[in-house]
């Protein structure tokens, strides 16, 4: 195994829900929330080519059973979620699918169901965010779309992100690949739950290095305790990554040993890229990548305060 763990991520594991009955209030026949033995390809009639993720796949579909809504569906490569769950045996972790069907946010994509296929693969049934992800309005370095919205869509992931701290789980996986922003550039959505863990003692133990090298804190790189101060480290990164369009390291390969610098070099300050940054964003952002996660921001509401003060977007 290389410096980084394989950066699995796992999936619904519906076998522990149990089936709710049929809801006919709207008319339309709703499937159960939790679902079993689920005839993938007879269900879902798939509007696109599927996109391969680290897990399994992601797809847009039409869901014949009910009404034809488009959807998006995740759809999970079994071996790999089984890896991944390994390493939580014993300590009755929620899957995937509970963790993101209890989310009720505006910020965060909204989860219809999950359950399993009747070839025993775990899926998620969703809403389909029809919009660029945030990855790609960087690499394409989309200055046009993003001139003076970038505040309104900090503020958006931010609310995001202190909405799922404020219920106890931590993303460990926030990026610019797990942010949609929908088409109009008014609204951002934070998706992908397949690495996020309570925030508990046993799930915050050292050791457990997965997530996206570049925007990892050093405690999970270090392997060190972890807490949800490692998704603020993330977060910051993503807003640099986003306004820079550059990371606060300078990157030399694609392993993923970048992120041992997160702790050993400064970051390169936001202000040499954009000196017209207004300087409280600029500081909000530099105090959330702290290495020492004492010395960061402490947590998404202080951020989403020091936000407040911010004048200018950019
Ligand atoms: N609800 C959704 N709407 C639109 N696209 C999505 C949605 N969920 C996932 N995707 C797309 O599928 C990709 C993979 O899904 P994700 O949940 O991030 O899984 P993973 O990163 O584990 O492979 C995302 O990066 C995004 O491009
Ligand atoms: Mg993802």
Redesign the pocket.
Known sequence: MGIFDSLF?KNADASKGKPKPSDHASGIERATKVSKSVDIEARFERLRSA?S???GN?FVAKDRFNGNRVV?V?LCDTDKVQFFENRFKGLNKPSEGEIAIGLNHSNI?ETYEYGTSNRGQQFIV????DGP?LHQLIAERKEDLLAGKRLDLITQMAESLAYLHRKEFIHRDICP??Y?VLKDMKKVKL??F?LTLPATKAFMAPGNRTGTPLYMSPEIVRRRSTDKRVDIFSFAVTCYHMIAFDLPWQISDTTGRAALQHDTSPPREITEHRPEIDKVLAGTIMAAMHPNPELRTPDMETFLRQLRNVKTSL
């Open positions: 991520k996109i993720g680290t897990m992601f998006g995740k994509v969703m809403e389909y965010i992800g690949r797990n949609i998706i992908d397949g």
